[in-house]
Structure formats: structure tokens, C-alpha cells
């Protein structure tokens, strides 16, 4: 058992786990409750903010009160309230205007971004910085209409449309954890970012349907140093994504690399990519597995809590997503197909979508928005609910064409 001892701030040490502050966790830049002290900067935001603290010493590691160090690594901490609270300053139909230009702007600047570092390997990395921005900008307004876009603006490049399927799901994230605009460009842009390395690793690796060789997985885990080693180039990268970027590949139980971390010892920051880029590699086709539906996505990625991911966090991801995202493709009870537009945050089992197919699975050609949060009933007086979400290109409905 641990031992509760409050102590002035200017004494904690390195290792230590602090368990309560002088004042309430939303006043201060810790955005969970407990924590282990693991850097000097970390002990230095203590000390300017707090007189004193209470350290748990069964949770500290050996030296600084006890030899057990199974607590910190458990990551089964509460997540402490949020920084930020958002709400959607903007309808989606209001918000889709703006995110359409956003959204291109910033396909533009990755496309260029990839052309670049498959030529001449140098990076535009301020007009990245930018776009991602303005993605930022449009998601913590209203994340649905940038969530439709990058779903629907797939372009069969795997690499692409990770990176930017990725960095969305991120930036949705830290919005629904309440990050600050400045650590959510950080966490879109490191997501964006983790595995621009791997453009070096052979296609035939990564195009590669069947289980990877030792030799070969070597060199996939080498993207991670592959992908540092172009973003150390640029002097205003910060060092909070470029240690995003770093760990990304751990995981809660060790099992990760590139430094096998567990529990707290993994940076925040690379939890959230973490949980983000696993997502979205779920819901795409691979050459090794097909793409999940969202639902079964969120199942698979929920049974990998307190293993692979923290518990706390993976609910939180799901909270930002939902069970339906935008631009799911959904059966209703009507037998009628749809594609979801909208959410409502505190109904996310009644979203808004626009019907691609009748109840034979036919197309329509005049597509028709329904409003699950109002319309309870069909037109036969049957309760209108969504029986299940589909895969992409389920039934042979393209989305790709909409014009959104």
C-alpha cells in the first residue's frame, strides 16, 4: 500500500507520483489526475504553480519513496476536467462552407508534401503548419463537416489518406479532451506527420498482403527515425510533436517500440496519436486486412483497452467519434441505405444522413436528408432506427461522388 505525504513543491524529485495539488487539477496544465513527475520541465510547472502537493509513494518509482513501481504503470488514472469546453459554434451546414476551402487548402499542402519527400526528400513544412491550422480552426467550430470531407476525399493513396485521416481523428480528440488550440494543431500535426517515414520503407513491404518477415518488420519500425530525421530539419517543430511522433508505437503494456515504454511513461501526446492512427487504419483497407466498418472499429478498439491503450483515453476517443462518424454509411430499419452528415453530440444513435438507396438497394437519384433526431418513424408508421453500419462501398454505393 501507498503512503499519502504532502510535501512542499520545491521537494519533489523526479519519479515521484503526485497525487493531489494545492488547488483544484482544472487550474492547473495537467490534463489527468496523478501523474508521475518525468521531467525537469514537469517538476518546474509544480513548483511555479503550487506551494505544496501530496505524493503517493506506492506509485513512485524506486528511490523516491518505493520500490514499486506497478502503479505507474497501470495508466488507470481519472481523467482530470477538461481545459476547454467546446460546443459547435457553427451548425454543419454552416460550417461545411468554410471547411471545403480549409479542406483543400490543406489536401494541397500534404499532396505537396509527399511529392516533395518522394523527390527531393526536402519539406514545406510552414504551409503544412498552416493548413493544419486552419483544420484545427474548423473542427473545434464544428468537427463534422472536416470529419464528412476527409472520409469522402479518399484518393486510394494509402499513405495520403492515412496521414490525413489520421491527423482529423486527432485533432477531433483533443477537441473532445478539451486540449487547448495550440496542443491540438500539436496533435494534428504530429498525426499528420508520425508516418511520413515510412515513404522509405519498400512498396513491396508495405503493399505486402501476407505477415511480415523479422528482417522486414525491422525496417517498418524504422519509419519512426526515418520520419524524426526529416522534421528535425525544421527549426520551429516543436519538441512536443516531435516526441508525439517518437512514441507513437508504444503501447500501455510494453509491447510497442521504438523504446518499449509502458503505462505513464508514454507522453500523452503519443497516447492520443496512438489511439487515432490505429482508428483510422482500421477503417481502411489494407493489403493485409480489409477495412472495418466504424462500429466494428470502435468494438476492436475498445476490447484493446488497459493492454494496448488506456481505458480512460479509448473512451473518451469514442465519445469524439461516436458509434456512427460522419460519413458512415448506415442501414436503416426501412431497409433504406444512408450516409451519415451530421451528429447531434448528446443523441449520437439519431444522426442526420442523406439516403443513397432504397429499400431494394437501389440508388436514388434525388438523395433526401433525414433527421433521425426528429423523424422517429417511417412513412408506414414503423419505427425509423439504424439497424447497423456498413463498409465502404457497401452494396456498390459510392460516396466519393457527392457533392457535399
Same mark, same amino acid.
Given at each position: 500500500m501507498g503512503k499519502f505525504v504532502k510535501i512542499p513543491a520545491h521537494e519533489v524529485a523526479i519519479g515521484m507520483f503526485v497525487a493531489e495539488l494545492d488547488r483544484p487539477w482544472e487550474e492547473s496544465p495537467f490534463l489527468l489526475q496523478g501523474f508521475t513527475v518525468n521531467t525537469i520541465d514537469e =517538476?518546474?510547472?509544480?513548483?511555479? @504553480?503550487? %506551494? +505544496?502537493?501530496?505524493?503517493? &509513494?506506492?506509485?513512485? /518509482? *524506486?528511490?523516491?519513496?518505493?520500490?514499486?513501481?506497478?502503479?505507474?504503470?497501470?495508466?488507470?488514472?481519472?481523467?482530470?476536467?477538461?481545459?476547454?469546453?467546446?460546443?459547435?459554434?457553427?451548425?454543419?451546414?454552416?460550417?461545411?462552407?468554410?471547411?471545403?476551402?480549409?479542406?483543400?487548402?490543406?489536401?494541397?499542402?500534404?499532396?505537396?508534401?509527399?511529392?516533395?519527400?518522394?523527390?527531393?526528400g526536402s519539406l514545406d513544412y510552414r504551409t503544412v503548419k498552416a493548413s493544419?491550422?486552419?483544420?484545427?480552426?474548423?473542427?473545434?467550430?464544428?468537427?463534422?463537416?472536416?470529419?464528412?470531407?476527409?472520409?469522402? =476525399?479518399?484518393?486510394?493513396?494509402? @499513405?495520403? %489518406? +492515412?496521414?490525413?485521416?489520421? &491527423?482529423?481523428?486527432? /485533432? *477531433?480528440?483533443g477537441r473532445?479532451?478539451?486540449?487547448?488550440?495550440?496542443?491540438?494543431?500539436?496533435?494534428?500535426?504530429?498525426?499528420?506527420?508520425?508516418?511520413v517515414g515510412m515513404i522509405s520503407v519498400p512498396d513491396d513491404i508495405i503493399k505486402k498482403g501476407a505477415k511480415l518477415t523479422a528482417d522486414e518488420f525491422e525496417l517498418v519500425k524504422g519509419h519512426v527515425v526515418q520520419s524524426l530525421n526529416h522534421m528535425r530539419t525544421q527549426s520551429f517543430i516543436t519538441k512536443?510533436?516531435?516526441?508525439?511522433?517518437?512514441?507513437?508505437?508504444?503501447?500501455?503494456?510494453?509491447?510497442?517500440?521504438?523504446?518499449?515504454?509502458?503505462?505513464?511513461?508514454?507522453?500523452?501526446?503519443?497516447?492520443?496519436?496512438?489511439?487515432?492512427?490505429?482508428?483510422? /487504419?482500421?477503417?481502411?483497407?489494407?493489403?493485409?486486412?480489409?477495412?472495418?466498418?466504424?462500429?466494428?472499429?470502435?468494438r476492436e478498439l475498445?476490447?484493446?483497452?488497459?493492454?494496448?491503450?488506456?481505458?480512460?483515453?479509448?473512451?473518451?476517443?469514442?465519445?469524439?467519434?461516436?458509434?456512427?462518424?460522419?460519413g458512415t454509411l448506415v442501414e436503416l430499419s426501412s431497409g433504406e441505405v444512408g450516409m451519415v452528415l451530421a451528429e447531434y453530440r448528446g443523441r449520437r444513435l439519431r444522426?442526420?444522413?442523406?439516403?443513397?438507396?432504397?429499400?431494394?438497394?437501389?440508388?436514388?437519384?434525388?438523395n433526401r436528408t433525414v433527421d433521425l433526431a426528429s423523424e422517429t418513424h417511417a412513412a408506414d408508421g414503423t419505427p425509423l432506427d439504424i439497424v447497423r453500419s456498413l463498409e465502404e462501398g457497401a452494396f456498390g454505393i459510392a460516396t466519393d461522388d457527392l457533392f457535399i
Open positions: =517538476r518546474k510547472q509544480l513548483m511555479d @504553480l503550487c %506551494d +505544496h502537493v501530496v505524493v503517493d &509513494s506506492g506509485k513512485s /518509482a *524506486a528511490g523516491t519513496g518505493s520500490a514499486s513501481t506497478l502503479g505507474r504503470h497501470q495508466g488507470s488514472r481519472k481523467l482530470a476536467k477538461r481545459r476547454e469546453v467546446y460546443t459547435d459554434r457553427k451548425s454543419f451546414d454552416e460550417e461545411i462552407v468554410n471547411a471545403r476551402e480549409v479542406f483543400q487548402d490543406f489536401e494541397i499542402s500534404v499532396d505537396k508534401l509527399f511529392v516533395s519527400m518522394r523527390g527531393s493544419v491550422d486552419g483544420i484545427v480552426s474548423s473542427i473545434i467550430s464544428n468537427p463534422d463537416a472536416c470529419l464528412l470531407l476527409q472520409k469522402m =476525399r479518399r484518393k486510394g493513396d494509402y @499513405l495520403f %489518406d +492515412h496521414a490525413t485521416g489520421t &491527423s482529423i481523428w486527432a /485533432a *477531433a480528440f473532445q479532451l478539451g486540449l487547448p488550440k495550440s496542443d491540438i494543431s500539436d496533435v494534428c500535426l504530429a498525426a499528420l506527420m508520425c508516418d512536443k510533436v516531435l516526441i508525439a511522433v517518437k512514441h507513437h508505437h508504444e503501447r500501455m503494456d510494453g509491447s510497442g517500440y521504438p523504446e518499449g515504454l509502458t503505462g505513464e511513461d508514454i507522453p500523452l501526446t503519443s497516447r492520443i496519436v496512438a489511439i487515432a492512427d490505429t482508428y483510422d /487504419a482500421m477503417s481502411n483497407h489494407r493489403a493485409y486486412a480489409c477495412a472495418r466498418s466504424p462500429a466494428e472499429a470502435v475498445y476490447a484493446l483497452r488497459n493492454t494496448k491503450f488506456q481505458e480512460e483515453l479509448i473512451e473518451e476517443f469514442i465519445q469524439a467519434v461516436g458509434i456512427y462518424p460522419v444522426p442526420k444522413i442523406v439516403l443513397l438507396a432504397d429499400a431494394d438497394k437501389q440508388p436514388i437519384t434525388d
